[in-house]
């Protein structure tokens, strides 16, 4: 059973346009949720996250929103740059055994 | 800053031949991780420990042994490889008990099975 669903799949957008991604889940103990950035050849890394007792989290360029009553939650990338070209990782953890259950991702294109 | 390295980076095989993935982290986190990512399903959890010694079963455990030999090191095994296990394998740790929940990831290896 998906713990997290993710869309969309891909997206490209033009440089200095917004990015959103959408994410939603079932399980009413994840508490924290991650996004997480992944390069081609590289790793995932963390970009932001954020805890259920809030709703916005803001990060230079990134912002998070999560709506607990929807169990939905966002990732908004304002004055997107080509080099924000990356598969998007929308992730979620219930933080009680240090497991984090990811999306299947996003592959986001930023076109000059 | 978190450092997680595993080896080898790409590794080619047979159907029924023997894998052992490596990796380790020099910060001393409690928690590792085995993942694998293929397109379309994300990263899956094989297994994960969260001490020497301990192992716990993840998401898609079948075909894998796992074994933390140490603080710093994870082991993967694929003792008889199927096809259906070319994936790209990341390994990551964790630091249980801090405020943050962060996974610091390795740069993955890439497996393949004829």
């Known amino acids: 059973q998906q713990q997290v669903r993710q869309s969309p799949q891909s997206l490209t957008v033009w440089e200095g346009g917004t990015t959103v991604l959408t994410c939603s889940y079932e399980?009413?103990?994840?508490?924290?949720f991650p996004w997480y950035q992944q390069f081609p050849g590289e790793g995932p890394a963390l970009l932001i996250s954020i805890l259920s007792v809030s709703d916005k989290k803001e990060d230079g360029r990134f912002t998070t929103f999560f709506n607990k009553r929807e169990k939905k939650l966002s990732l908004h990338i304002i004055d997107s740059q080509p080099g924000d070209s990356a598969t998007y990782f929308c992730a979620a953890s219930p933080n009680s055994n240090n497991r984090i259950f990811f999306g299947d991702g996003t592959q986001l294109v930023v076109k000059p | 800053e978190a450092a997680v390295t595993q080896s080898p980076r790409n590794k080619v095989t047979v159907t029924g031949g023997n894998v052992t993935l490596s990796c380790r982290q020099t910060n001393s986190h409690n928690y590792m991780y085995w993942y694998r990512q293929d397109t379309g399903h994300g990263l899956r959890l094989i297994h994960y420990s969260y001490g020497a010694g301990n192992l716990q079963i993840g998401d898609v455990p079948d075909g894998y042994k796992a074994t933390r030999t140490t603080q710093e090191d994870f082991f993967l095994l694929l003792e008889l490889a199927s096809p259906s296990q070319t994936s790209l394998y990341f390994c990551?740790?964790?630091?249980?008990?801090?405020?943050?929940?962060?996974?610091?990831f390795g740069p993955g290896t890439r497996l393949t099975v004829l």
């Open positions: 990551a740790s964790s630091d249980a008990g801090q405020s943050s929940y962060e996974q610091y």
């Open positions: 399980d009413s103990t994840f508490n924290y």
